[in-house]
């Protein structure tokens, strides 16, 4: 019994590993969107030596994470059959791991005296069993690798801040490093380590080892140099596709925020603590200003913490979000989210336990709290409806059975690219136009030419089935086609807004984007219907002189014939 409890935390971590990666084999297998074959494809043309390139071949940076595409093209070195499967296994092991690091940081992260193995306990329970922690952790995205350095670095930053000794500073270092190499916007990770600087010569009076900032800031300068002389320019090309301005952007984003803090209970409590948690920190800070240069007593790592979840909702907010399920961009927040909500209510269960003689009402309403919490938590909603499309995403896996999946014959990456509905909704229509019509389409057209604004696993499949193939691409979103993507016009979250639909391109109605797709001369056009009535787009694209070639499943193929 003795050992049981010396090791309970490490006990507790494993059961919460076990049942997250149970979960993550069993319920969620076919998380994720089809944007993940734009890094599959730019992992595997750099592992073939071709570079950081794009389907035409040209150097343009269409994956938005530098080190995703770099994991990628590692496990296409090894293992290239099982690409699309090891994907999602490396990022389902960044999520275990996300957890080993919340139980190193422990003594750090839960500074709520008898209360931390209850709060430690809940945390981890509730972040195993969170369905969007789950869908994008095994999504096949960056997002799980953005959650491991952003919970990393706050471990680091809170133990830097107790006892600054050179493992906190290398752990510091490394978090901020590997985040910028993650995401577009880790840059802000630099800004906040001046903040925290900062924050230490005013409050705590400690002499500022810059060491932390500058190393990482030299690492960002190393990365831009490099994307500046390789692409010719600072960021992701999915940034200049996307990037809409700072107005359109914190529309979109505040309704995807307010989306997200809607899809549960919890999530709304936890909102409200932060609310309050805003104006009480706050008002230490203004209290400090003013005391200075003496000293005052502030709860300086309960700050950083919460200003580092603040921070990050900030970068989400300006950069409007993001249009799919399970609100993918706020995922690498959300441990932190879980940790400071738990902790602030053990807190203040702790300080009533000190005023109340009988505890086990406390006790009881404690555990049926906590209990409430990880129900509600373990069914949170999915549902995202994005401002900038009347769309209702959910999410898109769908249910299977393991033990048949893996006895299936054929190749494994198949079976289970078929487990995602939009994913199977496709290949079994497209396929098909593979397999019966597109070769000869090609014979007596090439090279051809396409137009769309579909840049996920459609060209993907087509390069896998075609790759010597005379075969390019005209992105109207601007995704992978630097072009386009440095065009003046109105942009969102998904690419260029006048891009969505590529008959209004080609008809010329979409200024210097219907110029530059014209100028490529496509000859051919793949159309997404969806949840949209396309009759009247057809109806265009056919007066353009584009034949309908193939239309299944609201997959819509156009060859121009000029008739």
Known sequence: MNVLIRHRYALVLAAAIAVFLWMAATHYLGAGRDDV?????????????????NYNGERVEMSSSLLHTLVVAAI????????????????????ALTMVLIYLGRGV??????????????????????????????????????????????????????????????GVITAQCLYVLTRPEGFFLLLFTSVYLALMKLIARRPIRTRILVIPLAFFGVVSLFRWVYFGVLFPNTV?????????????????????????????????????????YGRHLVVAAQAYPRPARVPLA??????????????????????????????????????????????????????????FALYGAAAALAIATCIVNFNQSSLNTPRMLPLENRDAGLDYSLREILRQPGSLDERIILLNAANQGFLVSFDPFLD????????????????????????????QRFPNAQ??????????????????????????????????????????????????????????????????????????????????????VFLWTGR
């Open 471 to 556: 075969i390019s691409f005209v992105d109207t979103l601007g995704l992978c086609d630097a072009t386009v993507a440095h065009l003046p016009m109105p942009k969102d979250p998904i690419g260029l807004k006048d891009g969505r639909f590529v008959d209004a391109v080609l008809s010329a109605e979409s200024g210097p984007l219907s110029d530059y797709v014209m100028d490529q001369n496509p000859n051919m056009a793949y159309m997404l219907g969806g949840a949209f009535d396309v009759t009247e787009n057809i109806a265009r694209m056919e007066s353009l002189g584009f034949e309908l070639v193939w239309d299944r499943n609201h997959e819509y």
């Open 436 to 463: 019966e019509v597109f070769a000869d389409i090609y014979d007596e057209y090439q090279p051809i030419v396409i137009a769309t604004g579909q840049m996920g696993l459609f060209p993907y499949r087509i390069k």
């Open 240 to 280: 200049y596709a996307k990037s809409g301005g700072i107005a359109e952007g914190f529309a979109n984003g505040l309704v995807y925020i307010t989306n997200f803090y809607n899809t549960g209970p919890s999530l709304l409590g936890a909102f409200a603590i932060q609310i309050v948690l805003f104006l009480m």
């Open 302 to 359: 309960n700050i950083l913490l919460f200003g580092l979840i603040l921070s990050a909702q900030c970068v989400v907010l300006f950069s409007g979000g993001d249009w799919m399920e399970h609100f993918r961009f706020i995922v690498p927040i959300f441990p932190l989210i879980a940790i400071l909500t738990i902790t602030q209510i053990a807190a203040a269960f702790a300080a009533i336990a000190r005023r109340v003689p009988n505890r």
């Open 76 to 95: 296409n070195l090894i293992a290239p059959e099982y690409v699309f499967t090891l994907n999602k296994i490396a990022g389902s092991l960044a999520g």
């Open 37 to 53: 074959f734009i890094t599959l494809y730019a992992g595997q043309m750099l592992a073939e030596g071709q570079g950081l390139v």
């Open 109 to 170: 992260l839960f500074r709520v005296g008898r209360w931390r193995f209850p709060a430690y306990v809940v945390t981890l329970t509730v972040i195993a069993t969170n369905p969007a922690f789950l869908y994008w952790s095994i999504g096949g995205l960056e997002t799980a690798f953005a959650t491991l350095f952003l919970v990393g670095y706050a471990i680091a930053l809170l133990q830097h801040r107790f006892r600054p000794t050179l493992a906190a500073e290398i």
